[in-house]
Antibody, heavy 122, light 110 residues
Framework: QVQLQESGPGLVKPSQTLSLTCTVS??????????WSWIRQPAGKGLEWVGY???????NYNPSLESRVTISIDASKNQFSLELSSVTAADTAVYYC??????????????WGQGTLVTVSS | QSALTQPASVSGSPGQSITISCTGT?????????VSWYQQHPGKAPKVMIY???NRPSGVSNRFSGSKSGNTASLTISGLQAEDEAAYYC??????????FGTGTMVTVL
């Protein structure tokens, strides 16, 4: 059974870069059927898709974040990572990593990591 | 890329059926089968309940069902139970290959 776990600093200063890693266990991240994804959720608010990376390395980002986001993959460690640059308080949120499946018609996420809270504050 | 529109809250008594709507456009929800639904309990990660408008993943109760008409999708929970009290989000994969979530609906079991 595939499991995902986020890790990284819980506090980031404004204008700096937020960096998170998601470790995948119970399955290979090199599986060509899946898209490794990041989703975030500010406290008390809804979900926002950040982006995903395919095992080949191709990426797709939320247009509203695209200029600041980089998602990368390290197959040797079975991990993928998120970098979000020039952060502000608006980037404070719980960040989830998840496995995405695309059927040709729809795209859905599951399983998900437990989430990690990142606070942007000086 | 605007969030899909959901009612802020829906409530029902145990045993009743409730329906949550999710309204988008012809470029996302209106596409062939591009709607999923997630359940999120407080402090927990979301869990997919429906994908491709009406398909249930293995292990999800058949009390959950999905449908769509035009640019509006719906999630119906039948035989409402206390454990169904949670936030529910729809999502859609648009024609621009971007994913968008709904605004979220809080389901209360009275």
């Amino acid at each position: 059974q595939v499991q995902l776990q986020e890790s990284g600093p819980g506090l980031v200063k404004p204008s700096q870069t937020l960096s998170l890693t998601c470790t995948v266990s119970g399955g290979s991240i090199s599986n060509n059927n899946y898209y490794w994804s990041w989703i975030r959720q500010p406290a008390g608010k809804g979900l926002e898709w950040v982006g995903y990376i395919y095992s080949s390395g191709s990426t797709n980002y939320n247009p509203s974040l695209e200029s600041r986001v980089t998602i990368s993959i390290d197959a040797s460690k079975n991990q993928f990572s998120l970098e979000l640059s020039s952060v502000t308080a608006a980037d404070t949120a719980v960040y989830y990593c998840a496995r995405g499946t695309y059927s040709g018609y729809d795209f859905w996420f599951g399983p998900w990591g437990q989430g990690t809270l990142v606070t942007v504050s000086s | 890329q605007s969030a899909l529109t959901q009612p802020a809250s829906v409530s029902g008594s145990p045993g009743q059926s409730i329906t949550i709507s999710c309204t988008g456009t012809s470029s996302d929800v209106g596409l062939y089968k591009s709607v999923s639904w997630y359940q999120q309990h407080p402090g927990k990660a979301p869990k997919v309940m429906i994908y491709e408008v009406s398909n249930r993943p293995s292990g999800v109760s058949n009390r959950f069902s999905g449908s769509k008409s035009g640019n509006t999708a719906s999630l119906t929970i039948s035989g409402l139970q206390a454990e169904d009290e949670a936030a529910y989000y729809c999502s859609s994969y648009g024609s621009d290959s971007a994913l968008v979530f709904g605004t979220g609906t809080m389901v209360t079991v009275l």
